[in-house]
């Protein structure tokens, strides 16, 4: 099969780095030393560093246009390519600690109802009981259970035919399942989860979305600094309950991320 593309006239012209630097010193851009430009440009990349030179660009009505702002330089850019690296280390590790709390919460809840809940849609909440959503998350869940080789799926295997008991198969997966699940469960397995973060389910639904873009954008190396997110977090009414001890800074670090 043939694809057609077009003229090439249609697709923007390679530049060379030493071009590239050529370009943004013609914009405006300060650099002091080109030999360097070219090899940060070698390592991160043209169109990866434009969005951290994207608020040195000067703004005229509601749009950036091309030239920098008197003053701007490549070290100031490159400063900020840094801090988002720092920052998007930052953001994990405090997901990785709300992850861990989510999977062991939901599980728990959901084991407490039956140890196979996540199986069986009668014993969840109305939406996977209403339509195929429930089906085609479930065919994806045994999916990735037949891929797993991890050792307690092996476990499993071979004592009890590969079935997973809810509080072992949300080990299995991604934020994405474990929200699908969360969302699937009923409204009082719902309450429990949600309640450790002084949420209410369609809150808990609305942080575990948006915080899975966020998860998302930070795994595939992408910029979290001055980066518009298409799903926001439903947040909680100032002056609500605060918790104490643990959950206090597990609240407090979710809170954080999304304001």
Known sequence: MRIEWGSMSEVERYCSQE??????????????????????????????????????????GDRRTDSFVPGSTLDDVLALHSFDERLR???????????????????DALGRVDPCAHLRPDLLGPLARDGRDHDEWLRRHHAEVARSRDEFVEHHRASYGGRLPVWAAVEVMDWGALTRLFSFASPPVQRSVASTFDLRPPQMVSWLRALNVLRNVCAHHGRVFNRVYAKQPRLPRPGGPRRSGRHATLHSRVGRLVR
């Open 19 to 60: 071009e590239q630097v050529v370009l943004l010193r013609g914009r405006g851009l300060h650099i002091d030393d080109e030999g360097i430009a070219v090899d940060r440009l070698r390592q991160i990349g043209y169109y990866r560093l434009s969005g951290y030179w994207y608020p040195f660009r000067v703004l005229q």
């Open 89 to 107: 280390t930052a953001v994990l590790g405090a997901l990785g600690a709300v992850e861990l709390v989510v999977r062991a919460r939901l599980g």
